[in-house]
């Protein structure tokens, strides 16, 4: 290969990984498989280009009795994957996603990825995407929820801490340098039924079992343990408390 083919090469892996250590684990799978087709599309160009398509019948070669052996591993394997797919299914859960709303935002948590998506419902920033905002207009936001709702502040933490992690906190420190404090806000107030089945993303009038098993499964995904938050993993075990009335 020449060296300006290398350099290209480097230059992809090096923007892929710098784009993924920005990103939550949960949120790496999709660009990771696009970065992987992208390098075998380049790669392939390169070969063709440079005459050494001869390579992959080469590598073909060398990898087809590895292949002759996994081959059997994976059909034995695969009935057993696709059983436990179709298990998820048919677990009671409308959908795959729990809705948590607050005076400020709707969230939406994806029970297979642990991916949060949310939407502003009031204030300066109203309509808005939360993926659509700058870094700056998170830390406005955030101190505009601690100082309307308390709620709204605890669930833009969660969204923040599954999408930056600990580094937002780092950004979060350097704007408060002015030395400003807010009085901090009250809770939204009790939970509703229609908030308990939207948290653990349940039909209303959903079975104990079902109800039993959404806690669980979103339990995994949002757990402090798990890379989740408290207040989170406290919604939900309050919307299970709350249906089962314990």
């Known amino acids: 290969m020449t060296p ?4 290209l090469l480097f230059v992809i892996v090096a923007v892929l990984g710098i784009a993924l250590k920005r990103m939550s684990p949960a949120q790496r799978k999709r660009p990771l498989i696009v970065g992987l087709i992208t390098l075998l599309v380049v790669g392939f160009v390169l070969l063709a ?36 797919r179709s298990s998820r299914k048919k677990s009671g859960a409308s959908g795959q996603t729990s809705r948590v709303q607050s005076a ?8 297979e990825t ?18 659509d905002l700058e870094e700056q207009e998170y830390l406005d936001l955030l101190d505009y929820c601690r100082q309307q709702d308390a709620d709204s502040a605890r669930l833009l933490e969660t969204y923040l801490d ?14 408060q340098q002015d030395g400003q404090n807010h ?18 993303g349940l039909k209303p009038g959903a079975d104990r079992d079902a109800i039993i098993q959404a806690h669980r499964r979103l339990m995994q995904k949002a757990h402090p343990d798990r890379g989740g938050s408290d207040w989170l993993a406290a919604k939900i075990n309050a919307a299970r408390s709350h249906l089962l009335e314990e």
């Open 4 to 7: 300006i083919s290398i350099l």
């Open 49 to 84: 280009a440079t005459h050494r398509l001869y390579l992959l019948g080469a590598l073909f070669a060398v990898l087809l009795p590895m292949m002759r052996r996994l081959l059997p591993i994976l059909l034995r394997f695969l009935p057993n994957l696709l059983s436990r």
């Open 104 to 111: 400020i935002l709707d969230m939406e948590l994806d029970h």
């Open 183 to 200: 009085a901090p806000a009250q809770d939204s107030g009790a939970m509703t039924d229609t908030d308990a089945y939207d948290i653990l």
């Open 114 to 131: 642990g991916v949060m998506h949310g939407t502003i419902v009031a204030g300066p920033l109203e309509g808005k995407s939360l993926a």
């Open 162 to 175: 599954k999408r930056f992690g600990e580094r937002w906190h780092q950004d979060e420190r350097h704007n």
